[in-house]
């Protein structure tokens, strides 16, 4: 059966100092705790090492937000997959709206990245999602097929299977527009099909596809009580440890 995961995305937030407290504060609150869900905290690069000797990584586990598309060598300032998983990382957001847009990141690029990644042992948290154009023009499940055939529907079964999906439509990032619970459930249930029509049902159903987008404690019990939606990608409300516990409670 497929996890349920409460994924922190902390984007360009939090001094190391700020990060390590967060982190430290969150192991805190959810130590002793039976949870329905895993958890996941996506820091930044510099951080990752200080957070995962600092907090229990099995409850816990640690992201980056990023890694090079290069395996090593002459890329300055760039991070590999390696570099990434050598900090006690286990996972790798790749594909983020934010990425692909201000930083130019294509299909291939993103291809090369995720193979890099699964390469060094690291799981995948891929994000796919509509811009409100598109929306408006009703292409939101061509744009998101598209993204997966481009990027990660080369792989085969046995690597897709550490992928985690995450549907975050450009258009509820950090806007405080959430999309409805029957407008994600909608979408993640065509993915779900997507995925299905490439790798075969069983693949799908142990498939986690998170929601991502203005997702807080107070609509999270709705988005995540939907059959298809599996978790979320938390940005702003995964920068204090009450706001990301709220959102790990509706679980
Ligand atoms: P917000 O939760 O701040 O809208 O960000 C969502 C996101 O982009 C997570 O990757």
Known sequence: MRKNIVAGNWKMNKTLQEGLDLAKGLDAALKGKSLNCDVVIGT?????????AAIDTKKIAVSAQNCADKASGAYTGEVSAAMVKSTGAEYVILGHSERREYYHE???????????????????????????????????NAVCKAELEGSVFNLSAEDFAKITIAYEPIWAIG??????????????????????????????????ILYGGSCKGSNAPELFSKPNIDGGLIGGASLNVEDFCAIIKAF
């Open 175 to 208: 806007t405080g527009k959430t999309a409805t619970s029957d407008q994600a459930e909608e979408i993640h249930a065509y993915i779900r099909s997507v995925i299905a029509d490439k790798y075969g049902k069983e693949v799908a159903e142990n498939t986690s």
């Open 106 to 140: 294509t299909p291939e690029i993103l291809k090369e990245k995720v193979l890099l990644a699964l390469a060094n042992g690291l799981k995948v948290i891929f994000c796919i999602g509509e811009s409100l154009a598109e929306r408006e023009a009703n292409k939101q």
């Open 44 to 52: 930044p690069f510099i951080h990752l090492a200080s957070v995962a």
